[in-house]
């Protein structure tokens, strides 16, 4: 059964770095999203993009963020410079239309030091 | 604005005994609410949404608007039923508002 893959699983970096964490969303799905997770805190939505733009955005996704599909599997985030509350679990989803099922994938645990 | 509220951070339920796992929401228009589990190690996976009216894995969730619940339901819980299970809210601007998860586990 197809998944949705990220890479990598684990990144720790320095605060103001930029990082760029990777997805490759199901083959067929059109929808892209991504959300993070503070440790102990609730899964929030960041973004969704479709049809190489953003659709919508939360209000956490600020200047300091965004999201490209390089090519015709990967969608990426770029964190632009680290901060410490950056730190968390972000995760990619994706789905065939905008009101379908979204399919996780297992996540990268961004820490910033 | 808390969209979503699961109150219990931690249930535990014997084997066999009936579960609840409650949500309850805040929104004023039409939103569609999901479950959503996630195993130990595995990443998160859609349980059910309340338009399909469907059971999977003998949980139910019904959505009452007069009480702004979506409560998830389970008759017998099994020992494979131990999870984090997240509650989650989608607006008609297909934004996803996640409430804080309750951790269930089952006492074998």
């Known amino acids: 059964e197809p998944e949705v893959t990220q890479t990598p699983s684990h990144q720790v970096t320095q605060m103001g770095q930029e990082v760029i964490l990777r997805c490759v969303p199901i083959s067929n799905h059109l929808y892209f999203y991504w959300y993070r997770q503070i440790l102990g805190q609730k899964v929030e939505f960041l973004v969704s993009?479709?049809?190489?733009?953003?659709?919508?955005k939360s209000e956490i996704f600020d200047d300091q963020f965004s999201v490209e599909r390089p090519d015709g599997s990967n969608f990426t985030l770029k964190i632009r410079s680290t901060k410490l509350e950056d730190s968390a679990m972000y995760f990619c989803?994706?789905?065939?239309?905008?009101?379908?099922?979204?399919?996780f994938g297992p996540g990268t645990r961004l820490t910033v030091l | 604005a808390q969209r979503v509220t699961q109150p219990e951070k931690l249930l535990s339920v014997f084997k066999g005994a009936p579960v609840e796992l409650k949500c309850n929401y805040s929104?004023?228009?039409?939103?569609?609410l999901f479950w959503y589990v996630q195993y130990s190690r595995q990443r998160l996976q859609l349980l059910l949404r309340?338009?399909s009216r469907e059971s999977i894995k003998g949980f139910t969730a019904d959505l009452n608007k007069g009480e702004t619940s979506f409560h998830l339901k389970k008759p017998f819980a099994q020992e494979e039923d131990s999870a984090m299970y997240y509650c989650?809210?989608?607006?008609?601007?297909?934004?996803?508002?996640f409430g804080t998860g309750t951790s269930l586990t089952v006492i074998p």
């Open positions: 993009f479709y049809n190489n733009e953003i659709s919508e």
């Open positions: 989650a809210l989608r607006d008609e601007g297909n934004q996803f508002y």
């Open positions: 989803a994706s789905s065939e239309g905008r009101t379908d099922t979204q399919y």
């Open positions: 309340h338009i």
């Open positions: 929104y004023s228009g039409s939103p569609e």
